[in-house]
């Protein structure tokens, strides 16, 4: 299967801070998305991205297909941003999970 | 309307018992999925659902057996689980199997199973 890395595996923020989380996958894809699961286990969707830049209020994406990277910006973090964000790229009719960065938010 | 809903929310069952986790979604979705999760792990994918016929099975024991009764309804029928089934187990959808462009995949808020 393909390949995700995400870096870093953790990351402490100050409330207010911005970051950039990073996906790196192995082979190339049709689809991208990235997803934030919270501390109750749900994942919501951020952005389906497969190639360029979107944004959504204080986060935006990019992916860079031909580079085989993808990129997501939080800005002005909230404590409510703590969780885990996982990116995740199609292939072989499955979704093939990376191995996450835990975010937390401190006030 | 997004929402894809599984129940119940926290189940504890011992290793003799029979239980199902159930999962609906009301979008036109025709690939459903079941995932599991353990801690501190991505999720993993286990069965998926294409147009209502059992189209992928990744090496899941028999003591986990899914149906899909309907084009919006998912079960995962549990039975005899071991201790390190307890996971996270999460439900989801989209619009087509994985693979085509352009589909989102929409996930449940998960049922949390704890097997004693």
């Known amino acids: 299967g393909i390949q995700v890395e995400q870096s870093p595996p953790d990351l402490i923020l100050q409330e207010g801070a911005n970051s950039t989380l990073r996906c790196n996958f192995s082979?190339?894809?049709?689809?991208l998305q990235w997803f934030h699961q919270n501390p109750w286990g749900q994942l919501i969707n951020l952005f389906y991205?497969?190639?360029g830049t979107k944004q959504n209020g204080r986060l935006s994406a990019t992916t860079v297909a031909t580079e085989r990277y993808s990129l997501l910006y939080i800005s002005s973090s909230q404590t409510t941003d703590s969780g885990v964000y996982f990116c995740?790229?199609?292939?072989?009719?499955?979704?093939?999970f990376g191995t996450g960065t835990r975010l937390t938010v401190i006030p | 309307d997004t929402e894809v809903t599984q129940t119940p929310k926290h189940l504890v069952m011992g290793m003799t018992n029979k239980k199902s986790l159930k999962c609906e979604q009301h979008?036109?979705?025709?690939?459903m999925y079941w995932y599991k999760q353990k801690a501190k792990k991505p999720p993993e994918l286990m069965f998926v659902?294409?147009?209502?016929?059992?189209?992928i099975n990744e090496s899941v024991p028999s003591r986990f057996s899914p149906e899909c009764p309907n084009s919006s309804l998912l079960n995962l029928h549990l039975h005899a689980l071991q201790p390190e089934d307890s996971a996270l187990y999460l439900c989801?959808?989209?619009?087509?199997?994985?693979?085509?462009?352009?589909?989102?995949?929409?996930f449940g808020e998960g049922s949390w199973l704890t097997v004693v």
């Open positions: 989801a959808s989209s619009q087509t199997p994985q693979g085509t462009s352009g589909n989102t995949i929409y």
């Open positions: 082979d190339s894809v049709n689809n």
């Open positions: 991205i497969p190639s």
């Open positions: 995740a790229v199609t292939g072989a009719n499955n979704l093939f």
């Open positions: 979008m036109g979705h025709r690939a």
């Open positions: 659902y294409s147009y209502e016929k059992l189209s």
